[in-house]
């Protein structure tokens, strides 16, 4: 069984410019999350998905940040305009509809703003 | 709110030795859950262990064992016969079973196995 897929691995911007991160589930996985790693810390959730529909995003920063998931399953998730503070190694996650609690991790994509 | 207190940022130990990493936690939450995921240096988040609060009985998986102390609030991680490639970030983490399951982490454990 494939893994949670992210892309690109790595992102180097400068501060103002826009970047997109992509996110595709394991498949059967309904539920899907964005978090935010900051170096030093553990990751908090930005955005929580289940299905197509947002359940939770409380702790977007929706002024910069944006997150989709059209179709209910792969998912992008934007930042414009970057800022020093953003960052970080973005982590997608799923879980299935079975055990929606256990949530399994991609590979990360680690953006730094220059 | 949640929260997850992990006191050791750093734990150093030999190889085929013991090693306990701590973690206790607050929730509200009358019905949750409480994991360990491990973090190598490549970036993932590798899910190692579950428990869940209504769980009689401590989690095992191979040689990770979760030491699951309710009344303290306690969810300590347990690894046995420690190998090399066990170093690595450690993070402990609650969810709650009801609503929207958001994962809140610890700050984490960096531990080192050493020959």
């Known amino acids: 069984e494939a893994g949670v897929a992210q892309s690109p691995r790595y992102k180097i911007i400068e501060k103002r410019q826009s970047v997109a991160f992509w996110c595709n589930p394991i498949s059967g996985h309904a539920t899907l999350y964005w978090y935010q790693q900051i170096l030093g810390q553990g990751p908090k959730l930005l955005i929580q998905f289940q299905n197509n529909g947002v359940v939770d995003d409380s702790q977007l920063p929706k002024d910069r940040f944006s997150a989709e998931r059209l179709k209910g399953v792969d998912s992008t998730l934007k930042i414009q305009p970057a800022k020093l503070e953003d960052s970080a190694v973005y982590l997608c996650?799923?879980?299935?509809?079975?055990?929606?609690?256990?949530?399994?991790f991609g590979p990360g994509t680690r953006l730094l703003v220059l | 709110a949640q929260k997850i207190t992990q006191t050791q940022p750093g734990m150093f130990v030999q190889e085929k030795e013991a090693v306990t990493l701590d973690c206790t936690y607050d929730t509200s939450d009358p019905s949750y859950g409480l994991f360990w995921y491990k973090q190598p240096s490549s970036g993932e988040m590798i899910f190692l262990i579950y428990q869940g609060s209504y769980d009689q009985q401590n989690a095992t998986e191979g040689r990770y064992s979760l030491n699951f102390q309710k009344a303290r609030k306690s969810a300590n991680l347990v690894i046995s016969a420690s190998q090399l490639g066990d170093s690595a970030m450690y993070f402990c983490a609650v969810v709650s079973i009801q609503g929207a399951q958001k994962l809140v982490f610890g700050q984490g454990t960096r531990l080192t196995i050493n020959p």
């Open positions: 996650a799923s879980s299935s509809p079975d055990s929606q609690e256990t949530q399994y």
